[in-house]
């Protein structure tokens, strides 16, 4: 089933760290099918505040994902965000197409 890694990134610091980030990280999510579902994307606050940016990259499944962010090519930049950037990183399993929102109760 899909997985998915989640940031949601603030603070961050548009400088050649994260720059040097952005021109590599690509190539550390081939190997493993990862691929966009958000990133920069322009963002219509409804409730609350947002004050971050989310990024959600697909995995055909979770131990692909895990593989992605424990590579050595993954752990060799990511520095480049933690250093320029706070927020949080979170690996989540998906749902299928069938999913009901009560299914949770089950």
């Known amino acids: 089933m899909t997985a998915y890694a989640a940031a949601l990134l603030h603070n ?3 400088g050649p760290g994260i720059v040097e980030y952005l021109q590599r990280i690509d190539e550390t999510l081939a190997p493993f099918g990862g691929r966009y579902i958000v990133h920069g994307a322009k963002k219509t606050v409804l409730e ?3 004050p971050a940016d989310l ?3 697909a995995f055909p499944d979770m131990e692909r994902a895990r593989a992605w962010y ?3 090519a993954y752990q060799a930049i990511m520095h480049l965000r933690t250093d320029n950037s706070e927020g949080s990183v979170v ?5 299928d197409e069938n999913h009901k929102a009560t299914d949770i109760l089950a």
């Open 91 to 95: 690996l989540l399993d998906g749902v």
């Open 12 to 14: 961050v610091t548009m």
């Open 48 to 50: 609350g505040e947002w």
């Open 55 to 57: 990024i959600m990259i």
């Open 70 to 72: 424990a590579s050595p």
